[in-house]
């Protein structure tokens, strides 16, 4: 079993920062990649960014590159999204992902955390 523990949401002012983390354990083998995910209210759960465990390496939605970060911490198991300038619009459910194996086998799996809440107000 694999849990995602995800933190750091809240209610924030449009311009402010807001820091999320997400720390996996449980039964992991090694981690591909981390990353999140958001759904805003009525709409679909989209893309926001990801990190490659292995190389450090991010890629991000064009809808937050240049205002979010994202970052690990191998040893803690734990991927960071650093959020500035939030918009009203970064209003969302935000859930964190992982992408990892569980044993020796090449057979990857994904995993969702229970999400986060981030209201920006205007």
Do not use: H
């Not at 694999?2 to 820091?19: F, N, P």
């Not at 300038?85 to 859930?95: F, H, I, N, R």
């Not at 990892?100 to 090449?106: A, E, F, I, S």
Request: proline residues 2%; charged residues 20%.
């Amino acid at each position: 079993q694999v849990q995602l523990v995800e933190s750091g949401g809240g209610l924030v002012q449009a311009g402010g920062s807001l820091r999320l983390s997400c720390a996996a354990s449980g039964t992991i083998f090694s981690i591909d990649n981390m990353g999140w995910f958001r759904q805003a209210p009525g709409k679909e759960r989209e893309f926001a960014g990801r990190i490659s465990w292995s190389d450090g390496s991010t890629n991000y939605a064009d809808s937050v590159k240049g205002r979010f970060t994202i970052s690990r911490d191998s040893a803690k198991k734990t991927v960071y999204l650093q959020m500035n300038s939030l918009k009203p619009e970064d209003t969302a459910v935000y859930y964190c992902t992982a992408t990892l194996k569980t044993d020796w086998r090449p057979v990857l799996y994904s995993y969702w955390g229970q999400g986060t809440q981030v209201t920006v107000s205007s």
